[in-house]
């Protein structure tokens, strides 16, 4: 369906592109010097493709993850000084959409549908570790509970990890995916501690 619609808004681009080459040409040549006449022309046209390029980007963005959705291996109810220590939720890692956050560390690929795991979090004064162990290079990407998106790759090797600092209180989505495109459904182990990881 996106490859269509990109097909179909590349076809209306170009369909602009002549409209507007014709259309100043017939407009400017009887006014000025034929020189004159191809200089504002080509200033025309690239005009009309730099905005054609805007349109084509607007209309090729990805849709972020949706952190609303349940979540695939579950829920993690958690309040600060938990035990045990971490906590392990065995996920599969992956996905067919690229992770269209922008910022540092976010890359990869994951389902955009619905996140891997929650995590409801009751906070203390300890920092919070979010991180993952697999056999594959992975990724790692928190929606938290303030709203707002953290991304790892390759904290420790090409395991990644999230640390929150001062974490706050509420509902965490957080998506493990893999870095390459066709490794999907991976076996791997979320951890979220209080703890430094022991890698």
Known sequence: MALALLRIKGAHIT????????????????????????????KSIRLAL????????AGTTMAQPN?????????????AGFT????????????NNRNSISGSGCAG???????????????GRSRLYIYV????????????????????????????????ENP???NYNIWVGSYSQGETGVPAQLHISELTPRW
């Not at 730099?50 to 980007?57: D, E, G, Q, T």
């Not at 349940?70 to 993690?76: K, Q, S, V, W, Y």
């Not at 709203?147 to 990890?161: I, L, M, T, V």
């Open 15 to 42: 369909l602009l592109y002549h409209i507007l080459k014709r259309r100043c040409f017939r407009a400017l040549t009887p006014l000025i010097h034929p020189n004159e006449t191809m200089t504002m022309l080509s």
């Open 50 to 57: 730099l905005f054609s390029s805007f349109v084509l980007a």
């Open 67 to 79: 952190w609303r959705a349940e979540p695939m291996f579950g829920t993690a109810n958690l309040s």
């Open 84 to 95: 045990p220590d971490p906590h392990l939720i065995s996920v599969r890692a992956g996905g």
């Open 109 to 123: 690929y994951i389902n955009n549908a619905q996140p891997d795991v929650d995590l409801n979090y009751q906070a």
């Open 133 to 164: 162990k697999a056999n594959v290079d992975t990724t790692l990407l928190v929606n938290d509970a303030n709203g707002n998106w953290h991304c790892s790759d390759d904290f420790e090797g090409s395991n990644p990890a999230i640390i929150l």
């Open 168 to 170: 706050p209180s509420g």
